[in-house]
């Protein structure tokens, strides 16, 4: 038998080769307390109070007092539709009176509320009141409101965020406001972000909202319609919607694959689909891909898709890998598996799993990566065998 270190070697030829509110109401008042009284611990012990309950603020800080969280939240958004700018600074003291931590929906109702007349204001607001800094559901309800209205503004404003991926979070909020207010210019307004995780995730963000909204028939229909003179576009486009309506529809999603299977669009397609869809049904996911021809595309959505399985839920996913016999469409899980043996449990189980996999290219491979992580913690045993 060869040493693992020629297998190693092997393997690198071929590598080379290829290239927080919410709880409340989880918990029921004591006996004999009516479940709707205001709580006194929500009210800040430093606080005056002498607000008078006819006072706006009086009244605002007695809806945001009431203990169930359902009947507060739909008395303090009741209040804030009957009150306009003027009342701005009175809302703000009658908030300052209550106890409210951090991106709690009380805060994403006036953050919403703000932004219908002063978005800008409501912005800086959230920069210096610290329970509400830099809180996605804040932040996201100002500018999703803002989003209805202007929303090249808004995304204009939701690009100064601090870092990536609070960019890319504020950025989706303006597109949900700009897709619920229906105005134009959303899928066009991705297609001028360039290539980067920004442009990816407005277009994942249009496009999901166009599944859920207009259902996995149309949207898809209106992803194969889109124009050839920007094919990568085209393709991301079509690949998002695969896998949104594979979460809800998969035989839709499916039959897009067919239809594009030897087109310009297939590449990436089949993992798409099968990352929206395995979470609801992993066994039917994989009986699915095991029906496509034999490629590179079906290896990939294969190995990614178990990938994720074994990441997400790990004592199902093995139950099926140790099931499966070796078979040509299966190799790439048995090769996920193998590694995951090699680290997680003994290099020579991952080892001897190897032999399971049909192809020999895919084989070796999977060969000299358990081979390096057998040698890198047991060598004088890894040279034995």
Same mark, same amino acid.
């Given at each position: 038998?060869?040493? =693992?270190?020629?297998?190693?070697?092997?393997?690198?030829?071929?590598?080379?080769? =290829?290239?927080?509110?919410?709880?409340?109401?989880?918990?029921?008042?004591?006996?004999?307390?009516?479940?709707?009284?205001?709580?006194?611990?929500?009210?800040?012990?430093?606080?005056?109070?002498?607000?008078?309950?006819?006072?706006?603020? +009086?009244?605002?800080?007695?809806?945001?007092?009431?203990?169930?969280?359902?009947?507060?939240?739909?008395?303090?958004?009741?209040?804030?539709?009957?009150?306009?700018?003027?009342?701005?600074?009175?809302?703000?003291?009658?908030?300052? +009176?209550?106890?409210?931590?951090?991106?709690?929906?009380?805060?994403?109702? =006036? +953050?919403?509320?703000?932004?219908?007349?002063?978005?800008?204001?409501?912005?800086?607001?959230?920069?210096?009141?610290?329970?509400?800094?830099?809180?996605?559901?804040?932040? +996201?309800?100002?500018?999703?409101?803002?989003?209805?209205?202007?929303?090249?503004?808004?995304?204009?404003?939701?690009?100064?965020?601090?870092?990536?991926?609070?960019?890319?979070?504020?950025?989706?909020?303006?597109?949900?406001?700009?897709?619920?207010?229906?105005?134009?210019?959303?899928?066009?307004?991705?297609?001028?972000?360039?290539?980067?995780?920004?442009?990816?995730?407005?277009?994942?963000?249009?496009?999901?909202?166009?599944?859920?909204?207009?259902?996995?028939?149309?949207?898809?229909?209106?992803?194969?319609?889109?124009?050839?003179?920007?094919?990568?576009?085209?393709?991301?486009?079509?690949?998002?919607?695969?896998?949104?309506?594979?979460?809800?529809?998969?035989?839709?999603?499916?039959?897009?694959?067919?239809?594009?299977?030897?087109?310009?669009?297939?590449?990436?397609?089949?993992?798409?689909?099968?990352?929206?869809?395995?979470?609801?049904?992993?066994?039917?996911?994989?009986?699915? =891909?095991?029906?496509?021809?034999?490629?590179?595309?079906?290896?990939?959505?294969?190995?990614?898709?178990?990938?994720?399985?074994?990441?997400?839920?790990? *004592?199902?996913?093995?139950?099926?890998?140790?099931?499966? *016999?070796?078979?040509?469409?299966?190799?790439?899980?048995?090769?996920?598996?193998?590694?995951?043996?090699?680290?997680?449990?003994?290099?020579?189980?991952?080892?001897?799993?190897?032999?399971?996999?049909?192809?020999?290219?895919?084989?070796?491979?999977?060969?000299?990566?358990?081979?390096?992580?057998?040698?890198?913690?047991?060598?004088?045993?890894?040279?034995?065998?």
């Amino acid at each position: 038998m060869n040493s =693992l270190r020629s297998i190693v070697w092997v393997g690198v030829g071929l590598a080379i080769g =290829l290239l927080i509110a919410w709880f409340l109401a989880l918990f029921p008042a004591p006996s004999g307390q009516p479940a709707f009284d205001q709580a006194p611990s929500r009210s800040k012990t430093t606080h005056q109070e002498s607000l008078a309950p006819s006072d706006v603020a +009086g009244q605002v800080r007695e809806a945001l007092l009431i203990q169930d969280l359902l009947v507060r939240q739909a008395a303090v958004a009741e209040l804030l539709l009957t009150l306009g700018p003027e009342s701005l600074d009175a809302v703000r003291q009658g908030y300052e +009176g209550v106890l409210i931590d951090l991106g709690d929906s009380e805060l994403v109702l =006036l +953050g919403d509320w703000w932004a219908r007349f002063d978005p800008r204001a409501a912005l800086r607001w959230t920069d210096h009141h610290w329970p509400a800094r830099f809180s996605t559901p804040v932040v +996201g309800a100002a500018l999703r409101e803002w989003g209805r209205v202007d929303p090249a503004a808004a995304m204009a404003a939701a690009q100064m965020a601090p870092n990536e991926r609070l960019k890319l979070r504020w950025s989706e909020s303006v597109l949900r406001g700009w897709d619920e207010a229906q105005l134009d210019g959303a899928l066009e307004f991705a297609e001028t972000l360039g290539d980067g995780p920004t442009r990816q995730w407005a277009l994942y963000t249009v496009t999901r909202r166009r599944v859920l909204r207009d259902g996995p028939e149309a949207a898809i229909a209106w992803a194969e319609a889109l124009p050839d003179d920007d094919p990568r576009f085209k393709r991301h486009a079509l690949m998002r919607v695969a896998t949104a309506a594979a979460a809800v529809q998969p035989e839709k999603a499916t039959a897009l694959v067919d239809r594009q299977m030897d087109g310009p669009y297939y590449k990436g397609l089949p993992q798409r689909v099968a990352k929206g869809w395995f979470d609801h049904d992993p066994e039917q996911t994989f009986a699915w =891909l095991s029906s496509l021809p034999e490629g590179p595309e079906r290896d990939e959505a294969v190995r990614e898709t178990f990938r994720l399985w074994l990441r997400f839920s790990t *004592p199902p996913s093995l139950a099926w890998v140790q099931a499966q *016999p070796g078979a040509r469409w299966a190799d790439p899980a048995h090769a996920v598996y193998a590694g995951y043996l090699a680290k997680t449990t003994n290099p020579e189980k991952g080892m001897d799993w190897t032999q399971r996999i049909v192809g020999e290219e895919e084989r070796h491979m999977t060969q000299a990566q358990v081979a390096r992580i057998w040698l890198s913690v047991e060598p004088e045993r890894a040279d034995a065998w």
